[in-house]
């Protein structure tokens, strides 16, 4: 594959978007970065298997190409894609012009989960991170299928708020705002993204006549599943008799301590927007609780591992 990139003809603002209060500025700064735990747990995977393949990935829902780098460093060539107008070219500026990354590495593509342009089984390893809510799942895993090869990987993942351990006042609050938040994110799009993550990806099937050797890994999920709720709607539990689930604790890397300014700065990347003046109260009680010290923060995140069926 070349280094091209592709757009559809009709400018589209999905999800994750601009429009809808994204600012990658902040979220580079306030969200969790993927550490090497992160990536082992991929690369680990796919290693496993006879007659592996390290020649082309593809990253879905690619955002400004967060998880890509990482990706180009072990495969030969990379496919980075996401729906979203002007999403790709943030990508392809982040990935050549400031790191300095071969553009012959890379194809960029303007396109969503659910169809693509991408030749059928001609990937080895499929990344959707911090995406899958928003597209129709069903359609996203059979695509996935179609564009992997036999024994490729697919990994899907989300990390959700993090939880405030050691302080049960102050996790109480946080808890508020984010149930305030949810108050104000309604709508169609919204329902359905958080009926796949409030129970950490477990709304999402595989079915076995494609995949294989399926892996749910939940890392600091003190809570259990109960970890990744934020509200009432919750999607049907659709994991199969026959997958794997571990569960990995007090994993450092998704782990941080962080003051009332930081928390308000991450919750400003949640999308839509919650202007803070909406929740001053609950703001000005979080602030009284930590009384200018900092609280540990446990990233819950959610690792979903397929291998596609020949």
């Not at 747990?41 to 879905?60: C, E, L, M, N, T």
């Not at 301590?257 to 003046?277: C, G, H, M, R």
């Amino acid at each position: 594959m070349s280094a091209t990139t592709q757009t559809e003809n009709e400018a589209k603002e999905l999800g994750f978007s601009v429009r809808q209060g994204v600012d990658w500025s902040n979220y580079v700064l306030y969200r969790p970065i993927y550490q090497n735990s992160f990536f082992t747990h991929i690369f680990d995977y796919h290693s496993q298997k006879p007659g592996v393949s390290w020649s082309i990935a593809h990253d879905i829902g690619a955002g400004h190409g967060i998880a890509s780098s990482t990706i180009a460093s072990r495969f030969d060539h990379v496919v980075v894609s996401d729906p979203n107008d002007g999403y790709t070219q943030i990508a392809r500026n982040l990935l050549v012009e400031q790191s300095g990354i071969s553009e012959s590495k890379f194809t960029f593509l303007q396109q969503g989960a659910e169809k693509s342009s991408v030749e059928s089984a001609s990937i080895d390893l499929i990344t959707a991170c911090e995406c899958m809510q928003w597209t129709d799942t069903e359609a996203a895993v059979g695509e996935f299928a179609r564009q992997l090869r036999p024994g490729g990987t697919l990994v899907m993942t989300y990390y959700t708020r993090p939880l405030i351990v050691g302080n049960e006042r102050a996790q109480d609050i946080w808890k508020a705002i984010f149930e305030a938040y949810s108050k104000n994110a309604t709508g169609d799009l919204l329902d359905r993204a958080f009926r796949i993550l409030n129970n950490g990806f477990d709304a999402i099937a595989l079915p076995e006549a494609s995949w294989k050797t399926v892996k749910r890994v939940y890392i600091n999920a003190s809570q259990g599943i109960a970890s990744f709720k934020i509200n009432d709607r919750v999607g049907e539990n659709r994991v199969g008799k026959n997958e794997e689930r571990v569960w990995v604790n007090g994993d450092p890397d998704w782990s941080d301590n962080q003051d009332i300014d930081w928390l308000k700065k991450y919750f400003a990347t949640w999308v839509p927007v919650l202007p803070e003046n909406e929740i001053r109260g609950l703001w000005d009680e979080l602030e009284c609780i930590l009384g200018g010290e900092k609280v540990r923060l446990e990233t819950p995140i959610a690792m979903v591992f397929a291998t596609k069926r020949a």
